[in-house]
T-cell receptor, first 110, second 111 residues
Framework: EPEVTQTPSHQVTQMGQEVILRCVPI?????FYWYRQILGQKVEFLVS????????KSEIFDDQFSVERPDGSNFTLKIRSTKLEDSAMYFC????????FGSGTRLTVV | SQQGEEDPQALSIQEGENATMNCSYKTSINNLQWYRQNSGRGLVHLILIRSNEREKHSGRLRVTLDTSKKSSSLLITASRAADTASYFCADKETSGSRLTFGEGTQLTVNP
């Protein structure tokens, strides 16, 4: 069964550093997403991406965040200057008929 | 107001029993989905029910949707210890593509 692949599975970074989280969505899906889940809390929508541009974003997705589809297969989330409160599990997803989520990247900001 | 509120927050049952989890939402939806998450792991899609459907089955899972009450329920029959996980509902509004997740129900199935 097709999968959404995320790398790395765990990233530790210093506060103020830039991080890039990577995702390979399912190849024939057209919508791509990033969600996050702070430990013990519910999953929150960050951004959706369609036709090489952001189609929707939440209030969480401020100027510190950006997304890119640099080639035909990868989809990245960049956090420019990480804060302690950015520590969370970040999930990539893609959708065709239904959603498929990746297994997540656990980001720890120290 | 929060969308996708679920109850109970935690449910502990014995193996073989049925588990029922409920979810409410606040907007008009295109569909509602249920996901499972093992501790610290990824989200696994379980089942999707469209707004014009009232009930759907998949193996030991049964989902109902009541659009008049803006609520859904997930029933897991003949539960197993391996069903222990958090279960989340997520609604997709009629406009936009985002999913709005509920707080989740932590299900523990005791062997």
């Amino acid at each position: 069964e097709p999968e959404v692949t995320q790398t790395p599975s765990h990233q530790v970074t210093q506060m103020g550093q830039e991080v890039i989280l990577r995702c390979v969505p399912i190849s024939n899906h057209l919508y791509f997403y990033w969600y996050r889940q702070i430990l013990g809390q519910k999953v929150e929508f960050l951004v959706s991406f369609y036709n090489n541009e952001i189609s929707e974003k939440s209030e969480i997705f401020d100027d510190q965040f950006s997304v890119e589809r640099p080639d035909g297969s990868n989809f990245t989330l960049k956090i420019r200057s990480t804060k302690l409160e950015d520590s969370a599990m970040y999930f990539c997803a893609s959708s065709g008929y239904g959603y498929t989520f990746g297994s997540g990247t656990r980001l720890t900001v120290v | 107001s929060q969308q996708g509120e679920e109850d109970p927050q935690a449910l502990s049952i014995q193996e073989g029993e049925n588990a029922t989890m409920n979810c409410s939402y606040k907007t008009s939806i295109n569909n509602l989905q249920w996901y499972r998450q093992n501790s610290g792991r990824g989200l696994v899609h379980l089942i999707l029910i469209r707004s014009n459907e009232r009930e759907k089955h998949s193996g030991r899972l049964r989902v109902t949707l009541d659009t008049s009450k803006k609520s859904s329920s997930l029933l897991i029959t003949a539960s197993r210890a391996a069903d222990t996980a958090s279960y989340f509902c997520a609604d997709k509004e009629t406009s936009g593509s985002r999913l709005t997740f509920g707080e989740g129900t932590q299900l523990t199935v005791n062997p």
